[in-house]
């Protein structure tokens, strides 16, 4: 039997992982993530700040700049970190891309859902409104990416799956979740048929994009992050973006400044990548098995494991 959840004893998380993962991920200096690297995982340290969201803001333009109206291409990208977006709005302007007429695309990653609807654009923890206030509503008109390539999801699913098709997504961009998770494909319920196993690699990474229950880690975290503390105003469910759309994309760019998981995800999740240690109870892990996946960290916002009480 594996162990139950410290967290959420009808949930797995990672915390249902082999110890001894756990223990070896929590040696990890900067230097020891250095030579976790290997033929298909890259990992980048950045000494400031402003270098690590620059960077991340490039990633973006270096995927638009390939698309063009025969073929086109687009990003997909998250609401955490959200640093970067100003940037990019920023880098658009100043370098004249014309995205409407090299018809590039973007995807949002996710969106919270409330009643089971997605919510809307007024909602103050909205996704969509984040991504046009931060980034899309600062781009000049004469630049501006058409309105009918900004796909963002919602509980109907059909249409934003099907915005995937004939586009090439030139990179997934996001951030690390508390749980481990990309966008929210968090593990799941610990019922059913995944009473005693989560779901196995194989058959979590069938998952499309759907409407699913988060964990309550990621409650907790996105009333952090987010919501200045408010557990009420974080809804118990979203549409998120799933795995068959994921790797769907040329890139895969995970962006670690170090206040959204802890010290210890950020060195678990790079580990089980390194090793080919697939597990849905930390989703994450699950990118072992995608070809080209690059992990961007902060390097002083990496800190230590070692216990300090405070």
């Known amino acids: 039997m594996r162990p139950?959840?410290?967290?959420?004893?009808?949930?797995?998380?990672?915390?249902?992982l082999d110890k001894e993962i756990l223990m070896d991920a929590a040696k990890l200096t900067i230097e020891d993530m250095k030579g976790l690297q290997r033929e298909g995982f890259k990992i980048n340290f950045f000494d400031t700040i402003q270098e690590f969201f620059a960077a991340e803001a490039l990633e973006y333009i270096e995927g638009w700049m390939q698309s063009t109206p025969d073929n086109p291409v687009g990003v997909c990208g998250p609401i955490g970190p959200t640093e970067q977006?100003?940037?990019?709005?920023?880098?658009?302007?100043?370098?004249g891309i014309e995205l409407g007429k090299k018809e590039a695309h973007f995807w949002g990653m996710d969106e919270w859902v409330i009643d089971g609807k997605a919510a809307t654009i007024d909602h103050p923890l909205?996704?969509?409104?984040?991504?046009?206030?931060?980034?899309?509503?600062?781009?000049k008109p004469e630049f501006a990416m058409k309105k009918?390539?900004?796909h963002f999801p919602d509980e109907t699913i059909v249409?934003?799956?099907?915005?995937?098709e004939g586009v090439r997504c030139a990179l997934m961009q996001g951030g690390q979740g508390e749980t481990?998770?990309?966008?929210?494909?968090?593990?799941?319920?610990?019922?059913?048929?995944y009473?005693?196993?989560?779901?196995?690699?194989e058959e979590y990474l069938q998952k499309g994009t759907r409407v699913l229950e988060v964990h309550p880690i990621t409650v907790?975290?996105?009333?952090?992050?987010?919501?200045?503390?408010?557990?009420?105003?974080?809804?118990?469910?979203?549409?998120?973006?799933?795995?068959k759309q994921t790797f769907k994309a040329d890139k895969i760019s995970i962006w670690h400044p170090g206040w959204h998981d802890n010290t210890l995800g950020m060195r678990l999740s790079a580990l089980m990548i390194s090793k080919k240690i697939a597990d849905s109870a930390c989703p994450m892990s699950l990118l072992s098995k995608h070809p080209n996946v690059v992990f961007n960290y902060y390097a002083p916002g990496f800190g230590s494991c070692e216990v300090e009480m405070h």
């Open 126 to 139: 909205s996704f969509a409104k984040a991504d046009m206030e931060l980034c899309f509503n600062r781009i």
């Open 85 to 95: 977006l100003p940037i990019v709005a920023q880098m658009v302007n100043a370098f």
């Open 180 to 193: 481990k998770h990309w966008a929210f494909n968090d593990p799941v319920r610990r019922e059913g048929a």
């Open 220 to 243: 907790m975290q996105n009333a952090r992050t987010s919501g200045g503390g408010n557990l009420d105003l974080v809804p118990n469910h979203a549409v998120t973006v799933g795995p």
């Open 4 to 16: 139950i959840s410290k967290v959420a004893e009808n949930w797995w998380d990672y915390t249902t």
């Open 148 to 150: 009918e390539n900004i």
């Open 195 to 201: 009473k005693d196993n989560p779901p196995t690699p």
């Open 159 to 164: 249409k934003y799956e099907q915005s995937w």
